[in-house]
Nanobody, 114 residues
Framework: VQLQASGGGSVQAGGSLNLSCAAS??????LGWYRQAPGKQRELVGI???????EYADSVKGRFTVSGPTFKHTVSLQMNSLKVEDTAVYYC???????????WGQGTLVTVSS
């Protein structure tokens, strides 16, 4: 299984960024994004399931959009109205069918400055 993320970078607060992830090697029941800020635990950002339902962290609702669909093995994260506290390493995430095993991409850094 491979999860190849792209995008990220630096932006000023209020700006936008887009992350993309290409998944391969299995059929996925869910694809999405987690993030980990310095000194903090990894947390869910947004995830899309094979039935097209989407789940978001409360902190990003209304600002971030996760899109797939999972059967195309791609997932994107559109981030608008970025805040300094969104600064983190963002990880592409995938859950495969049958085994429900979780897989992670290599992480991409997003830095939001004031």
């Amino acid at each position: 299984v491979q999860l190849q993320a792209s995008g990220g970078g630096s932006v000023q607060a209020g700006g936008s960024l887009n992350l993309s992830c290409a998944a391969s090697g299995r059929i996925f029941s869910a694809l999405g994004w987690y993030r980990q800020a310095p000194g903090k635990q990894r947390e869910l950002v947004g995830i899309i399931f094979s039935d097209d339902s989407v789940e978001y962290a409360d902190s990003v609702k209304g600002r971030f959009t996760v899109s797939g669909p999972t059967f195309k093995h791609t997932v994107s994260l559109q981030m608008n109205s970025l805040k300094v506290e969104d600064t983190a390493v963002y990880y592409c995430y995938g859950r495969v069918v049958v085994s429900n095993k979780n897989f992670w991409g290599q992480g991409t850094l997003v830095t939001v400055s004031s």
